[in-house]
């Protein structure tokens, strides 16, 4: 509840002590780092280049950074609602709020210096040093992580010693001043004694549902109805999309392996279908002659190959060569080694053998030999590789027929007619794929053409290459016609209209009864009562009896009939819309319970704190507006404007 009360002043003190527009982005992310003269920037407010939108004290106020602040704000909303244009973003006040934000900034900065607070460069050094996103892989500050974090955001050094700079004088300032504000524990109490206050009442609703059977609107309410909430039919637009398939499963007769393709292949294929053998190894490769004799005498005396590599500093995959073939072989040590390796029985032990290398000793652990595979053998593998081949050739021809086909100016129907495919015509479709006209399942194929279509220049409708499954089925996809979003003719949707009336009169009537409820109920008679004589009875009202602090239990938001219940007089109903135009709820407050807090110091304790920081940052804030006041600041609001207009008109470009 407190929260709640002190919402708006902490939103203005984050706008004050956190103005930074830079740190919104570093602090939390980045941390500061600088390598430069902080004195230069503190003096002189860092650089100021382009226009002067306004100046603090004889320090610039610079286009630049105005411009810059607001990109970088900017792009962290657009991260929270990426539909969100610059021209919303800066409406409602806050391109003025960014504005104000660095003038009070700087007038802070001003009033520090003139105080004699410095901010030397050792202080924003550590700030930096202290940044995570600025760590190296050893989790200390690391220049070029830091270079690197700043770059990512557009942020210059220099940009981001100022800020912090300017960070660090508003906590030299305002901290102090903050942390002077003490709430009295009488105040506390008061506010403590308020969450306690318990309230006894009903809760009763008269839904409009109830009523809608009874209403019948004649032909001029519902013309009525019509012409006064047109904007209720709008019907989205609306595109008839025309596409053709195109996929590989179209051309697999075009496709078909001929006996002498097959025989061709064969033959570019030899090595592979012919006998061939591989062997798994075990080698090692040792600098002396001496030392893989050695070696090569223990493995024949009984020794494991690989005891006798862990011996010799080798682990297990140094020295396996699984599924060597005798060129594969020869390429890891040499040709001789290879052609001894493969002369030799399984089980056998080669070597020592010289190479460049060294002395090699290996051992010959499985052979695997396969026999040649004659045409025969292997015809359906060859035919469906160069199936598959063919496939791909000339499913890419036909892509690239179609987009040629395109960009030389060939209509839809042009292009379906000259590579012989199939179009398909939709009814009128929504982007969601619904036809309103009549009814329409859009199939698979379709779903991921609705978007594109609807991307499509309705002026100059171009058809274009989509592809439906990646390398496996594209569309030829263009429009037939557009159709602009509209409320449909009276005629065509006249029962939705009579039921929408009916609805609404349904409302309407729901209130009234309500209202009477609520005036039966303010002249004394019971709730329960009232309800049960309205015309027609309603549901009888449900009692309510809580305290002010369970409204805000469990951090949702609270019910609009709760709320009223704690603010209306006692033995007084109020009525509260329904969401949805459901009804209208008549909440009542029987009887009202003073809160007493003495039996619980710690909300007591919990109240207070929260209200010292509400004071602290009420004070702060108006601290930080005093220096404002006594600053000599100067606006250009003829730049202001313009800088608004050229950033708004940029992006609608």
Known sequence: MVSSAKRRTRAILTGIILFISLLAIVITGFGTGGFGSIDSLIAGGGQATG???????????????????????????????????????????????????????????????????????????REIVNIPAFRGVTGQFDENAMRAALASQNVTEAELREDIAQQLMQRQLLGPIALTARVPEGVAREYANLLLERRVGSIGVVPAQLLVAGIHPTEAQIQAFYRGHRDRFVIPERRVIQYAVIGRDQIAAQTQATDA????????????????????????????????????????????????????????????????TAQQFATATSAQVSQAAFAAAQGGVVGPIRSPFGFHVVRVDSIQRSAARPIESVRAEIASAIAQQKAND??????????????????????????????????????????????????????????????????????????????ERYALLGIERAIPAAPPPLAQIHDRVRDAAAQDMALQRS??????????????????????????????????????????????????????????PERRAQLVPAPNNAGWYVVYHQQRTPGDASGHPEMITATRAEFSRSASEELADQFARAIQMQSRINRNDQEIAAVKARLIGSATE
Request: aromatic residues 6%; glycine residues 6%.
């Open 261 to 324: 393709e097959i025989q061709a292949y064969y033959r570019s294929h030899a090595a592979t279908y012919a006998a061939h053998e591989t062997r798994n190894l075990q080698s090692v490769v040792l600098p002396t002659q001496a030392a893989a004799q050695a070696f090569a005498q223990r493995v024949r005396g009984g020794t494991s190959f690989a005891e006798a590599a862990r011996g010799a500093g080798f682990a297990a995959s140094d020295i396996t060569f699984n599924g060597q």
């Open 51 to 125: 226009t002067t939108i306004a100046t603090v004290d004889g320090r610039k106020l610079a286009e630049q950074k105005l411009t810059d602040t607001i990109n970088r704000q900017y792009n962290m909303a657009r991260q929270q609602q990426p539909g969100l244009t610059l021209a919303a973003f800066l409406g409602n006040g806050t391109y003025e709020q960014l504005i104000n934000q660095l003038i009070v900034g700087m007038a802070v900065q001003s009033f520090g210096t003139a105080q004699g607070l410095t901010v030397s460069q050792r202080m924003v050094d």
């Open 511 to 568: 209130r009234q009864i309500a209202q009477q409820i609520a005036d039966a109920i303010n002249r004394g008679t019971a709730p329960a009562q009232a309800f049960a004589q309205a015309q027609p009875a309603m549901p009888a009202p449900r009692p309510i009896d809580m305290r002010r602090a369970d409204l805000s239990r469990g951090g949702q938001q609270i019910a609009p009939p709760l709320l009223a219940l704690f603010s209306l």
């Open 394 to 471: 000339a499913f890419t021809a036909i892509i690239n027929r179609i987009q040629d086909r395109i960009s030389d100016g060939a209509n839809l129907n042009e292009i379906a007619q000259a590579e012989h495919l199939q179009l398909v015509t939709t009814p009128p479709l929504t982007q969601a794929g619904q036809s309103p006209d009549q009814p329409f399942t859009a199939p698979a194929e379709l779903q991921p053409l609705l978007q594109p279509a609807f991307e499509i220049d309705a002026e100059h409708p171009e058809p274009v290459i989509q592809p439906i499954t990646e390398n």
